[in-house]
């Protein structure tokens, strides 16, 4: 896995929507879940999407925390 792309998703806002302005570490599972039947967006943020609901789904969202920290 990446750590620059578990970086990102601490520091990338939501650019759009009714999470806009939120931490991509923070969207609620209900919401990924959603892009992951609909369609990732494409490009960096569909990437950053996609990994995000891939922590939520999977239960690792804690393999963030020491990022936090920083």
């Known amino acids: 896995m990446n750590p620059e792309l578990l970086e990102a998703l601490l520091t990338q806002t939501m650019p759009y929507g009714k999470y806009k302005g939120r931490l991509l570490a923070d969207l609620p599972g209900h919401y990924l879940g959603w892009f992951a039947r609909e369609g990732f967006p494409k490009g960096k ?9 891939e922590l939520d789904h999977n239960n690792l969202r804690g393999l963030l925390d ?5």
């Open 66 to 70: 020491p990022l936090r920290a920083h």
């Open 45 to 53: 943020l569909g990437q950053l999407l996609a990994l995000m609901y």
